[in-house]
C-alpha cells in the first residue's frame, strides 16, 4: 500500500537555526517519484522539489535540501539558516510511476513556526 | 495574471443553497484538478479533467458536480452540502496528466464553511 508519513505534527523554531522535516513513504514500486510542497497561510501549495526513485543523488537549493535514502525510504527536508518567511505547512507526497502524477498521496503535513 | 486563481477566497453557505466555485490557469496547462483539503486529513484527489475530459472521479457524492469548458477554466457546482463539506478546496493544474514528471500548480483555494 502506498503511505506517506510526516511523524512531525508541529515544529518550533527560533530565526537561524537549521530544521529538518522528515518525511517516510511506503510502496511496492520500483519506480516512483516523490515530492515536497510548502503551503504558507495564504493557501496555495507550492511545489518545492520531485525526485525520482533511480535518483538517490542529495539536492540543494539555497537554504533548503534534501536527502533522500531509499534504503530507509525517507526523504527528508533540511531548511538551513532558517527564516520567518519559511513559517508554513510542509507537505511530503509520493507517486507511483504506474499513475500519473495527480494522484499524489500527501502526508498529513508538517507545521513549522520559525520566531524571530 | 499568471498562475492558478480561485474565486472566491471563502464562501460560507447553508445546507440547500446552490453555489459554485471557479478556477482559472494561465499557465497554458492541459490538465486541471480539484482537490479537498480538511482539517487534520491529507489532501484528497476529487476530479481530475484532462483536454477538458474527466479522467477521474474519485468516489466524490453527487452534491460535488465538477464542470470543465475547456482547458483553462473548473468549476465546482455545490449543492445541498453537508457541514461535514466545510473544508479548503484547492485548484490545481499540470501540462500533462499522464506524465509523472509534470508537478502540480496549486491556486489559493477557496475556504468553504457549511452552516
Known amino acids: 500500500a502506498q503511505k506517506v508519513t510526516q511523524a512531525q505534527t508541529e515544529i518550533s523554531v527560533v530565526e537561524k537555526e537549521d530544521v529538518t522535516l522528515d518525511c517516510v513513504y511506503e510502496?511496492?514500486?520500483?519506480?516512483?517519484?516523490l515530492f515536497w510542497y510548502k503551503q504558507p497561510p495564504s493557501g496555495e501549495l507550492v511545489f518545492l522539489i520531485r525526485?525520482?526513485?533511480?535518483?538517490?543523488q542529495n539536492e540543494i537549493s539555497g537554504r533548503y535540501s534534501w536527502n533522500f535514502q531509499k534504503s530507509t525510504s525517507s526523504f527528508n527536508f533540511t531548511i538551513t539558516a532558517s527564516q520567518v518567511v519559511d513559517s508554513a505547512v510542509y507537505f511530503c507526497?509520493?507517486?507511483?510511476?504506474?499513475?500519473?502524477?495527480?494522484?499524489?498521496?500527501f502526508g498529513s503535513g508538517t507545521r513549522l513556526l520559525v520566531r524571530p | 495574471e499568471t498562475g492558478v486563481t480561485q474565486t472566491p477566497r471563502h464562501l460560507v453557505m447553508g445546507m440547500t443553497n446552490k453555489k459554485s466555485l471557479k478556477c482559472e490557469q494561465h499557465l497554458g496547462h492541459n490538465a486541471m484538478y480539484w482537490y479537498k483539503q480538511s482539517a487534520k486529513k491529507p489532501l484528497e484527489l476529487m476530479f481530475v479533467y484532462n483536454f477538458k475530459e474527466q479522467t477521474e472521479n474519485n468516489s466524490v457524492p453527487s452534491r460535488f458536480s465538477p464542470e470543465c469548458p475547456n482547458s483553462s477554466h473548473l468549476f465546482l457546482h455545490l449543492h445541498t452540502l453537508q457541514p461535514e463539506d466545510s473544508a479548503l478546496y484547492l485548484c490545481?493544474?499540470?501540462?500533462?496528466?499522464?506524465?509523472?514528471?509534470?508537478?502540480?500548480?496549486f491556486g489559493n483555494g477557496t475556504r468553504l464553511t457549511v452552516t
Open positions: 510502496t511496492r514500486d520500483t519506480t516512483y517519484y
Open positions: 507526497a509520493l507517486s507511483e510511476a504506474r499513475d500519473s502524477s495527480y494522484k499524489l498521496i
Open positions: 525526485r525520482n526513485s533511480f535518483d538517490e
Open positions: 490545481a493544474s499540470s501540462q500533462d496528466w499522464d506524465k509523472n514528471n509534470s508537478p502540480l500548480h
